[in-house]
C-alpha cells in the first residue's frame, strides 16, 4: 500500500511539472513558454505572432517551411486560416492553404533597397542563432542611436543586439502595428515577444510532441523501475 502511494508521488511529480510550466507566460524575466524542459508553445502568443509575422515581417521575408494549411497546429481550424488569409496576396494571386509563406519582396529590389543585404528566410532564424527565441526578441527591440564614436555605414541602422551592431534592416515594430484579436496590448515588446515566439514554433513545429513523448517515456521508465523493484523483492523475500 505504501509502495503505491510512492508510485503515485513520483508520477504526479513530473506532471506538476508541466502545469507550472504552463502558467508562466510573462515577460520579466525574459522567458517564453516553450523553454524549459517541460515547456510547450503559448498558442494565444504564436497566433498573436503569426499576425506579427503576416502584417509586417511578411513585406520582406518569407518563412518558406511553412504552409499556410499548418497554421492549424497553432489551435485554429482550417476554416479559421482560411478567413485569416482571405486577403493575402502572392504575386497579385490570392493565397491558398497549399501556400507556403513567401515574402513579398522580390530578391532584385531587396538588394536594390537594402544596399546589397538581403532579407533571408526566417524558417531555421531561431534554431541557427544561438538563443534564438530572446536573440530575435532582442534584434527587434535593439534598435537605438548610434554612439557618437560610431560611424554607420550606409543605409544601416544601429542595433544593439546584432553583431557589429549595424544592420541593414530597419526597425520594423512600432508600438500598435497590429490590432490584436484578443485585446492584448500591442506595444512593442509584446510584438517582438509574439513573433519571436512564432518564429521558434516556425523553426520547431513538433517541440510539443516530442515532449509529450518524452514525459510520457519517463513516466513508463519510472513505473517499470519500480515494477522491476517490487518483483525482485517479492522474488527474493524468502531467501534468506
Ligand atoms: C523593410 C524590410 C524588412 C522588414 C519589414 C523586416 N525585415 Fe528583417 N531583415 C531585413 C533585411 C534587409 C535584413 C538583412 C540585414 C543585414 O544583412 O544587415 C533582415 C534581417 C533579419 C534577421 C536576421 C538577423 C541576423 O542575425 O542575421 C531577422 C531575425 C529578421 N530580419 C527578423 C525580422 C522580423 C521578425 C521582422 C518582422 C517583425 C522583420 N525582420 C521585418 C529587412 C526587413
Avoid at 99 to 125: E, H, V, Y
Wanted: proline share 5%; net charge neutral.
Amino acid at each position: 500500500m505504501k509502495f503505491g502511494i510512492f508510485a503515485a508521488a513520483l508520477l504526479a511529480a513530473p506532471l506538476g511539472f508541466g502545469a507550472t510550466a504552463h502558467a508562466e507566460d510573462t515577460l520579466v524575466p525574459l522567458h517564453w513558454q516553450s523553454q524549459g524542459t517541460f515547456g510547450s508553445y503559448d498558442q494565444a502568443a504564436l497566433q498573436r505572432g503569426f499576425l506579427v509575422y503576416q502584417t509586417v515581417c511578411a513585406s520582406c521575408h518569407s518563412a518558406s517551411a511553412v504552409h499556410y494549411r499548418d497554421l492549424t497546429a497553432l489551435g485554429l481550424t482550417t476554416e479559421q486560416v482560411a478567413d485569416l488569409i482571405a486577403n493575402i496576396k502572392q504575386d497579385n494571386q490570392p493565397v491558398t492553404l497549399n501556400s507556403r509563406l513567401i515574402g513579398a519582396l522580390p530578391k532584385a529590389q531587396a538588394a536594390a533597397t537594402f544596399g546589397g543585404a538581403i532579407p533571408p528566410d526566417l524558417s531555421n532564424m531561431v534554431a541557427a542563432r544561438p538563443k534564438g527565441v530572446a536573440y530575435v526578441y532582442h534584434l527587434l527591440t535593439g534598435y537605438q542611436p548610434a554612439p557618437a564614436d560610431v560611424t554607420l555605414m550606409a543605409k544601416h541602422y544601429y542595433n544593439a543586439a546584432y553583431p557589429g551592431n549595424q544592420i541593414a534592416m530597419p526597425a520594423p515594430l512600432t508600438d500598435n502595428a497590429v490590432t490584436y484579436a484578443d485585446g492584448t496590448k500591442a506595444t512593442t515588446a509584446q510584438e517582438a515577444s509574439d513573433v519571436a515566439a512564432f518564429l521558434s514554433w516556425v523553426s520547431d513545429p513538433n517541440l510539443d510532441a516530442r515532449r509529450q513523448i518524452g514525459l510520457r517515456a519517463v513516466i513508463f521508465l519510472i513505473f517499470l523501475t519500480l515494477l522491476a523493484i517490487a518483483t525482485k523483492r517479492k522474488i527474493w523475500r524468502d531467501v534468506g
